[in-house]
């Protein structure tokens, strides 16, 4: 999704996270600006240096996960990038 801005687009990414022993992940959009940052804390909090995880989603809501219940996580590519249909 492309959010046009009097100065700037913005690309929105999908993040999804699994959670041990929840039956449905977690699913987000963040700016793709944040991209870099988000796998740092990830990073940081599946080693062990912060007990929960907590993202702010494209609306400013904020999610947090336990760190010790992170089954996965899985950043996608800006919507801009996503192909539509069959083929290549």
């Given at each position: 999704?492309r959010?046009a801005?009097?100065a ?25 600006a944040?991209?870099?940052d ?7 909090a ?6 929960v995880l ?14 010790a219940?992170?089954a996965?996580?899985?950043?996608g ?12």
């Amino acid at each position: 999704m492309r959010i046009a801005g009097r100065a700037a687009t913005v690309f929105v990414v999908d993040v999804r996270i699994g959670v041990t022993q929840a039956p449905r992940e977690i699913s987000l959009e963040v700016d793709d600006a944040d991209r870099d940052d988000l796998k740092s804390r990830v990073e940081a909090a599946l080693s062990g240096a912060t007990d929960v995880l907590w993202i702010t989603d494209k609306r400013g809501r904020d999610v947090g996960v336990p760190a010790a219940k992170i089954a996965y996580v899985e950043v996608g590519s800006a919507e801009g990038e996503r192909r539509i249909g069959f083929g290549g």
